[in-house]
């Protein structure tokens, strides 16, 4: 299908590197595994928001904005991106992060600071309930905020991750493989819905397969809301097409966001152990769990190309460092 995609600032290093991971595989025993390194999308660190970034802040540019506000988590890989972005396209970056200054700096909390922003601790608000007002604020004191929405999760994000899928589609054609599954962490929706749509408009036929890592705190499930992103994305690239199937696995959610298991753990030390790959604790290191139960339960066939789509987050392992050295 012919499609346009709408004006984008050059921010990562595209394409990411796509590889296999023979030894995972082997030590699984089956099936083939490949990984797209979203963790080296290269800007302050990498990770998926960035991809996001480049075609929402093309539209903070053309709206003149001269700075921008987002929120997450304390430790958010979407506010130390959104911070580096800003830096670097020379907007004032102010950041809204649940919870109470910490102690000690540390993970991303010190990327952010040595990034320019402005932090707000908003204690149990981390998905940015509190941005209106700080929008009033800012434009009180004269300026032009632009809001960059929780998890960079709008239309020009899942943009982002169309795109995505576009790159991956050469990189697949090129080395004639047939992807059967692509595995990733799901958690604001953007990236699903963006590699959702893109499989089905680029008719690439892989099972495209969310693991959730957070309970659910709004009141609409997180399929409603990628299918809602998925729908308004379509409007914006004005495509007539069915809404895809959203495929979000929730038998990984355990104790919700953040909250470190074992099995967490065991794929965080067996990537490092068998590909020499960092993974984060929060997202990565759950989907790969994830990955690796799903395999040893045999829901895989032993022939099927599996991706793994590392969307990074590494920066915040140093700050989760006691819960993982501990037994
Ligand atoms: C934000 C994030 C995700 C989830 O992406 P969404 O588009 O919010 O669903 C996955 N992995 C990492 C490391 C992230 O920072």
């Known amino acids: 299908m012919n499609f346009a995609l709408p004006a984008k600032v ?9 590889h296999p991971l023979t030894h995972l595989s082997e030590a699984l ?7 797209k390194r979203d963790d080296q999308t290269g ?11 480049e075609f929402i802040l093309a ?6 904005a001269d700075c ?3 929120a997450g988590a304390s430790q958010s890989n979407h506010c130390r991106q959104t911070a580096a972005a800003a830096a670097k396209l ?15 700096i540390n993970g991303n909390i010190l990327l952010d600071s040595m990034l320019g922003a402005h932090l707000h601790f908003a204690g149990g608000n981390r998905k940015g309930e509190d941005i209106p007002a700080l929008v009033d604020s800012l434009k009180q004191q004269g300026k032009r905020p632009f809001v960059v929405p929780y998890g960079g999760s709008n239309c020009f994000g899942a943009i982002g991750y169309i795109n995505a899928m576009c790159e991956l589609k050469s990189q697949l054609d090129t080395a004639q493989i047939k992807m059967d599954h692509i595995v990733f962490a799901s958690s604001s929706g953007g990236t699903h819905a963006g590699l959702a749509l893109g499989n089905q408009l680029l008719e690439m036929n892989i099972n495209v397969m969310g693991v959730n890592n957070d309970k659910q705190t709004s009141d609409k499930p997180l399929e409603q809301v990628i299918e809602s992103l998925c729908a308004q994305t379509l409007t914006q690239l004005a495509i007539d097409s069915a809404l895809p199937q959203i495929n979000l696995n929730h038998n990984y959610v355990a104790k919700g966001y953040g909250v470190i298991n074992e099995l967490d753990k065991q794929a ?3 990537l490092a152990q068998t590909e020499g790959i960092i993974l984060d604790p929060v997202y990565t290191g759950r989907a790969m769990g994830a990955l690796i139960d799903m395999i040893n339960q045999g829901l895989f066939d032993k022939d099927d190309n599996v991706l793994f789509w590392h969307t990074g987050g590494a920066p915040a392992l140093f700050a989760y460092a006691s819960t993982l050295t501990s037994d």
Do not use: S, W, Y
């Open 10 to 18: 050059d921010l990562a290093f595209l394409p990411t590197p796509f």
């Open 29 to 35: 025993g089956g099936p083939n595994i490949f990984i």
């Open 43 to 53: 800007l302050a660190l990498g990770g998926n928001k960035t991809r996001k970034l």
């Open 59 to 64: 539209q903070a540019l053309l709206e003149q």
């Open 68 to 70: 921008v506000i987002t």
């Open 90 to 104: 020379g907007l004032e970056c102010h950041l809204i992060l649940g919870g109470e200054k910490p102690a000690q």
């Open 268 to 270: 965080l030390t067996m």
